[in-house]
């Protein structure tokens, strides 16, 4: 890889660590039962997958999120988030590696986010009730995420931005 190209993937995982935050940060409803807030930016974080690929998509889903908490006053949750958004990313790449559907890794890429804030706000509530509460809050948030992702992938599918896709319909990770 030469230091052209190198840059231009520095500056695409600088944009989805941006989109990823914004996204997150910009609408921010307060989830009941638990101390978190339901967003949009679980959309970007599929997203970051789709662009960047399975590593570097994980780690800019897993930075973008955990600034939107430090930026939004919920620093307590940032380092549980940077793992969790990781690991949803990871996740759906890991799937989208094994030729299975993109759909398939999002639903259990976001099925790991649901249980691993089940586990973070029962921790910071004292008890897994709060987590198990706010769990279908998480599951509407990735389910929403999932919509947005389908149509936003399959709009930017049609246009020449398709070439910086690590994955598309046609074409599987470099």
């Known amino acids: 890889m030469n230091r052209s190209e190198r840059t231009g993937n520095l500056v695409m995982a600088a ?3 941006c989109l990823v935050m914004v996204a997150t940060f910009l609408i921010r409803i ?3 039962f638990t101390h978190g807030y339901l967003h949009l930016g679980d959309a970007m974080v599929f997203m970051s997958v789709m662009v960047l690929g399975r590593n570097r ?17 919920y620093a307590a949750y940032a380092p549980w988030t940077f793992v969790i958004k990781g690991m949803m990313a990871f996740t759906m790449g890991l799937c989208m590696d094994k030729s299975l559907n993109k759909m398939i890794g999002m639903v259990l890429g976001g099925l790991l986010m649901v249980a691993g804030y089940i586990a973070v706000d029962g921790i910071f509530a004292g008890n897994m009730m ?11 948030q990735f389910a929403v995420g999932m919509v947005l992702t389908v149509v936003l992938s399959g709009a930017l599918y049609k246009t020449p931005i398709k070439k910086y896709f690590s994955y598309t319909e046609d074409k599987k990770q470099d």
């Open 15 to 17: 944009m989805m660590v």
């Open 30 to 32: 307060p989830s009941p």
């Open 57 to 73: 998509g994980s780690v800019a889903a897993g930075i973008g999120s955990a600034l939107a908490d430090i930026l939004g006053g």
């Open 130 to 140: 709060s987590g198990i509460l706010g769990a279908p809050f998480n599951v509407m």
